[in-house]
């Protein structure tokens, strides 16, 4: 693997989990963990936060992190 996509998921992956949890928590107080937890929506968004962490914040990452070393 190279180390573009080791970086992109490291830093993208983080950021997807990081978005999960804070939305866990964000609506804890209308719906409780459980229930969360237990709808497909959850897992769906879930799914979505560390895709676009991945795809997108990591690769900016990425390039912003190449630009930095090269000048």
């Known amino acids: 693997m190279s ?13 997807g989990l ?3 949890v ?6 804890i107080k209308e719906v409780p963990f459980l229930e969360q937890v237990s709808k497909p929506s959850f ?3 879930a799914v979505a936060y560390i895709a676009v962490g991945i795809f ?5 990452n990425w390039k912003a992190k190449n630009k930095r070393l090269n000048n």
Not at 22 to 27: A, D, N, R
Not at 56 to 60: R, S
């Open 3 to 15: 180390e573009r996509w080791k970086y992109q998921i490291k830093t993208g992956g983080i950021w």
């Open 18 to 20: 990081f978005m999960t």
């Open 22 to 27: 804070f939305m866990i928590l964000f609506e």
């Open 43 to 45: 897992y769906i968004r």
């Open 56 to 60: 997108v914040l990591g690769y900016v």
